[in-house]
């Protein structure tokens, strides 16, 4: 069976690790808004609003501060939680920040100077307004917007598992959206119909084993984003309703969401047969993403990849045809740190998983951009997404 | 024919809007970073990365400062943009806010007192970091977080417009969500079936009167997000891939996207006939909702709403079973200010949207909850989703 979640124990484990980690920054208490690096730390998925809530690490315990809505919420998903905090609602008569502040300084008596934040506040978040910590208490707090989000850098094998795990359900949709793709068809209503069968038969083939977080409303999706015909110039077109027609190049999207990790894949295709300058193209960016994945590995700086990349175009007499580096990190959002970007002086290290994109755009005719889903591995990289990447695959007749 | 988007007129009129507003402050050059705000300016939707995207409003011209992959992008959908400035990448070898700096002191030559920022720098998004406008440059920014969030809540009549037509396709998601909930399907499957098909209808139907923004992949939605049975009691539950079961308390969602304006509209629903607990909570609710929107019109304080609906609760000896507030503003986001809550100070206007909601929780048998969006008009309110709200209609045999 594969791994598609992590368990109360693991949550614990992490939970442990940013315990250490701020041990030697002195810190006993650490207060995290962010809710990615919530959830990654305890397993506590829930709708990010105008209310605040907080994760309190402190003394190694895990405490929650929130809204009346999250309390027995909070309490059905984290087994180990010490105790829930809670207030009304916002705005109320009374802010939350102020009944927060009483339960730092009051109920778990925090020492004033072994304090941290991820930020100086609750973010503004729906129409939120609120004080700073430093506002409403007497307490002075170290800010620490990176701690948890340096430790999601590095993944686990766990993680990595269900990154596979995600990539081959990407996979399956894209598999959809490439059938269901014809002359005249909307982009809207075949993204609808990949994604809707792609998450069917996710749902229906992992039964149990689907612990689904509710950060997606799909469980698998595979789209178009508006880069049909020359509208696949603009690298973050956006969806706008286009029908295909004979001869456009077409970039596509991919992903699934197991546990919160999301897979990319994405895959420039064509409508009929090419034209030798598409072919020559495609070509060139099929040679880019090559010459990346061959110089990534443990050790290797990003910078290094993105110029592997920025060589193969530049030999093939399109450099000017770049809009952007040639990948970011992966996990559980869009984008994470670090970057395959020639201004990065981040080093590749074993668990790192990224995407890798290099791109180019030609007015007029369009875009030409894969992206598979890399990880660093002992031995060099193992890429997750396994879609067909050559030419003959991806002509759609 | 229905409106369903906005022209550049429209976004021209606004940006003079604001330069009224900023003028009156003393302001010359405004720099904005919120996608929606910018959205909600020019018309431009774009997909928000570690990219800084910066609107500059300078003596009532619009300038853009993009990375390289949005600048063709930014031309083709903003006709009267002034001048697109750019950077080629982030982080890059120079970091994207001293391009910044240099366009702003030496392209537009700006005054060092006359110039605010919606946050002094550009907001921290997957894996985005960098320093404060005032780290790289000689001028002094005010920060005014709150200009264009405040212009946004009185919507004008287009956008009622639109509501009204974004109410229109949640009904209809709502109706294909109803008709595919039976015993023994899962809700993960009938969310993907009725947001399938009522997406479908609303891309055909609309036909080229539907001009997606892109925000949204599916243009409208109905879905179960866990609150299913006894899961239902959590407020705020997440998709958890639940099966329909008889004597469940079902509450629902249900939005489309219309031009980036999201109407709002829930329903508790029963899996066969309920029982008298089912239906005691079920017409208190009601019972709440109704006096809510009876209590609501131009003039009125938001937190005379909320009481309104308390007050009901507490004659109906439920008041322990109320975990939130009666609703929130809507329009471009999933909340927006103002709230209708005890603790609010505003007062209602002709013009604002609000979603009306106030819902009781009891453990062991689920929530209870419908949703609307309503407007408030000259002469009170106007109810903009219609989907039926009494208990025959809502009971699935």
């Given amino acids: 069976m594969p791994r598609t979640y992590l368990t109360p124990d693991h949550h614990k484990k992490r939970i442990n690790r940013l315990k250490e980690k701020i041990d030697q920054e002195g810190i006993h208490t650490f207060l995290l808004f962010n809710s990615k690096n919530i959830f990654y730390l305890t ?46 609602e916002y705005p109320d008569e009374q802010h939350p ?15 004033p100077n072994r304090v941290a934040s991820e930020s100086p506040g609750a973010p503004g978040y729906w ?3 609120g004080p700073s910590l430093e506002d409403v208490t007497c307490l002075k707090f170290k800010i620490l917007p990176d701690t948890v989000m340096d430790m999601r850098v590095i993944k686990e094998p766990e993680e990595i598992e269900i990154m596979r795990e995600s990539s081959k359900w ?37 039964g149990d084993a689907y612990h689904p977080t509710g950060f997606s409303m799909f469980p698998a999706i595979a789209l178009y984003r508006g880069q049909i015909g020359s509208n696949s110039y603009f690298p973050h077109a956006l969806s706008r309703g286009l029908t295909f027609k004979k001869g456009d190049t077409l970039v596509t999207g991919a992903s699934s969401d197991v546990y919160g990790i999301e897979s990319e894949l994405e895959r420039t295709m064509f409508m009929g047969a090419p034209s030798p300058r598409q072919k020559e ?11 990346a994945l061959e110089a990534a590995g443990p050790g290797v700086k ?5 110029r592997a990349a920025r060589r193969v175009f530049k030999e093939k007499g399109v450099s000017n045809l770049v809009r952007h580096h040639t990948g970011h990190g992966l996990g559980m959002e869009g984008h994470e740190r670090p970057f395959l970007d020639i201004g990065s002086e981040d080093i590749l290290e074993v668990g790192m998983i990224f995407s890798c994109e290099p791109g180019i755009y030609e007015r007029g005719l369009g875009g030409f951009r894969h992206s598979d889903t890399f990880v660093i591995t002992e031995d060099g990289v193992e890429v997750t ?8 695959s991806l002509i759609i007749e």
């Fill in 43 to 88: 397993g506590f998925s829930f709708i990010p609003t105008e209310r605040p809530i907080v994760l309190i690490v402190h003394s190694g315990e895990v405490y929650f501060f929130v809204p009346s809505l999250e309390i027995d919420h909070v309490q059905h998903q984290v087994p180990f939680v010490s105790e829930v905090f809670s207030y009304f």
């Fill in 97 to 111: 920040m102020h009944h927060l502040a009483r339960v730092l300084e009051d109920e778990l008596e925090i020492s």
């Fill in 127 to 129: 129409g939120y307004k």
């Fill in 170 to 206: 990407a996979d399956r949709a894209h598999k959809y959206l490439q059938e269901y793709t014809e002359i005249g068809a909307n982009e809207i209503d075949v993204t609808i119909r990949a994604s809707a069968q792609g998450s069917h038969d996710m749902v229906a083939e992992l």
């Fill in 281 to 291: 193209l495609f070509s060139a960016m099929l040679s880019a993403q090559d010459a």
């Fill in 302 to 306: 990003c910078s290094e990849v993105d």
């Fill in 385 to 392: 997404t396994k879609y067909p990447r050559d030419l003959s």
